[in-house]
């Protein structure tokens, strides 16, 4: 349990790719197995060994994460130079695929207003992704 805040340390800003998610469960499970003394021969399922150690998954830990770091910057008055830059929009793009910002993707995969942010104690109860007990 204390390699996983060094794990996670700065993920707010990190550009994850569904790759980088899937590398960073891999790894997790396999200390969770290497930890508990089990080994992929022993056929025993993730849920189970994630269970055994009431840990929440990665992924909804680093979603967590860019909540939280985004409440902060929603909070912050319009001057803050980084809220200036979540509110920047560029007209002229080329052809394709727009590129997908890290925070409109995560705000659009979890369906959240920006009212909310304001209420901490609101805000931290509907991001919480609280490890199993």
Known sequence: MAVRPALL?????????????????????????????????????????????KVAPIPEKLTEN??????????????YIVKKALDLQENNRGRGRPPATSMATLLDRNNLPDPTTLDRMSWRTIIRRADPT
């Open 9 to 53: 340390y700065g993920s707010e800003c990190w550009p994850v790719k569904e790759d980088n998610v899937h590398k960073l469960h891999t790894m997790e499970m396999k200390m969770l197995r290497w930890s508990r003394g089990i080994t992929r021969l022993d056929r025993v399922r993730n849920e189970y060994v994630r269970g055994s150690f």
């Open 66 to 79: 860019r909540l939280r770091c985004f409440e902060h910057v929603m909070r912050r008055d319009d001057e």
